[in-house]
Structure formats: C-alpha cells, structure tokens
C-alpha cells in the first residue's frame, strides 16, 4: 500500500508561516481527493483542507484565507502552505485521501506544527 510521510513542521510564533510536505511512496494520480487533517491535543483529528485531482479545494472555516493546498500527482506529493499562524493552529498535520482511508492509505506519522504566542 501507499505510504505517506509529512515534513515541515516546526515552532513558530503567531503570525509566522510554514510549508507542510506530504509525500507518498506511490501515484496519488487516481485518488480523486487528497486533504489535510490536523490533531490538537485533546482534541480528536479533524479535517483542514481538500484538494480533488481536478484542483477544487475546500477549507474548513477556521484556516480559511490562511492555508493553501495544493497538490503536484507527477511528483506523488500534496503541500499545505500555512500562513497567519495562530496558536490555535498547533497540532499535528497528517495528510490522506478524502474521505481518510480511501484507496487503502493509512495514516502517517505527521509533522508537528507548534504556534507561540
């Protein structure tokens, strides 16, 4: 099965910006949706952001106008630009098909994202 592996988290203060990399070890060509997902602790893993093969996005409420997905299927990779980050934002950003578990894909280790005040 495809494997996924997310990078570029780190530790920034409110306001800073990040560029999140998800990367699967196969074609990603024939998933219809690929998206973002997110974990704060204490709170269960939610949905961010969506991109469909055909290149429609959707964003939850909360990081609209503040992150962008974008998606390169020839490079078997999915992005997530995050701009304006709040501490709110802080979690660990896993990334998968939309619904999750589509296509066999299983989640990944995430890359963690933590926003200072």
């Known amino acids: 099965q495809v494997q996924l592996v997310e990078s570029g988290g780190g530790l920034v203060q409110a306001g800073g910006s990040l560029r999140l990399s998800c990367a699967a070890s196969?074609?990603?060509?024939?998933?219809?949706?690929m998206g973002w997902y997110r974990q704060a602790p204490g709170n269960q893993r939610e949905w961010v952001a969506v991109?469909?093969?055909?290149?429609?996005?959707s964003y939850v409420d909360a990081v609209k106008g503040r992150f962008t997905i974008s998606r390169d299927n020839a490079k078997n990779m999915v992005f997530l630009q995050l701009n304006s980050l709040e501490p709110e934002d802080t979690a660990v950003y896993y990334c998968?098909?939309?619904?999750?578990?589509?296509?066999?894909?299983?989640w990944g280790q995430g890359t963690l994202v933590t926003v200072s005040s």
């Open positions: 998968n098909a939309y619904p999750p578990g589509v296509h066999g894909l299983r």
């Open positions: 196969g074609s990603i060509r024939d998933i219809g949706a």
């Open positions: 991109m469909t093969s055909g290149g429609i996005t």
